[in-house]
């Protein structure tokens, strides 16, 4: 089945897509918006096919590199611009998030965070570029609060995550097992998200997209709004 045949299910913590086919029924896959980004930040639309074992993609190296790595080594095309584009200015509001989009020629997606933490950089940037976002965004990890972690391990989730694909912020320390941290990491692994999101509706766009406290759930309706209202067309 191809992505415009998915639809999103949930965006609890990550983003899960379904599709009904008369031979498999209704298959349903979580966690799809590294593998995503990574499709998305390569330029890559059409020759990939994706074979999923499980209910949900592997987590990996907590970002998109590993994705990243895979497939390049396919060496898949690559689109020269993506069908998806900002057709005119204007902002969606989700709850206490904000979306701004504006036309352009190349591809500008940024992010602002807003973790109340100042030992984070709130802001993050991708202007399109394969080869920066395989090396600067895609190795961005996933991060989680200490208390959150702690309420996932209470429900016996995220039993078989490897630590050092998530990086934990406590009030006392930043943890990180794998490599050193950064502080604008988190902003870009929501940056990635982003990205990875946006691939559903065949995206990043064209143009500029600027999002303020973004999210899975405020990502999908943000996203599907402004196709609602024109603010994005497809080709």
């Known amino acids: 089945m191809g992505i415009d045949e998915l ?108 973790l109340d933490d100042g030992r984070l950089r709130p802001d993050a940037r991708w202007a399109g570029d394969a080869e920066d976002f395989r090396t600067r965004v895609a190795p961005a990890r996933t991060f989680a609060r200490l208390r959150d972690v702690e309420e996932l391990a209470r429900r016996g989730l995220a039993r078989h995550v490897d630590p050092a694909c998530v990086v934990v912020i406590a009030p006392d320390r930043v943890h990180s097992a794998d490599r050193p941290f950064a502080p604008d990491e988190p902003a870009r692994h929501k940056l990635l998200d982003l990205v990875g999101d946006c691939y559903l509706f065949g995206g990043p766009p064209r143009g500029r997209l600027h999002a303020v406290r973004p999210g899975h759930s405020a990502n999908v309706r943000a996203l599907a709004e402004a196709m609602r209202r024109g603010l994005l067309a497809a080709r």
């Open 7 to 114: 639809v999103v299910a949930s965006t609890e913590r990550a983003t899960t897509v379904e599709a009904s086919s008369p031979c498999a029924g209704t298959v349903r896959i979580a966690t799809v918006e590294h593998a995503f980004a990574a499709l998305a930040g390569l330029g890559v639309y059409e020759g990939v096919a994706i074979a999923v074992d499980g209910p949900e993609m592997p987590l990996l190296d907590g970002g998109a590199a590993a994705w990243c790595d895979a497939i390049e080594r396919l060496h898949p095309p690559r689109a020269a611009a993506p069908r998806l584009a900002v057709a005119r200015e204007g902002v969606v509001r989700v709850g206490s998030s904000r979306y701004a989009f504006a036309p352009g020629d190349g591809v500008e997606v940024a992010v602002r965070v807003e």
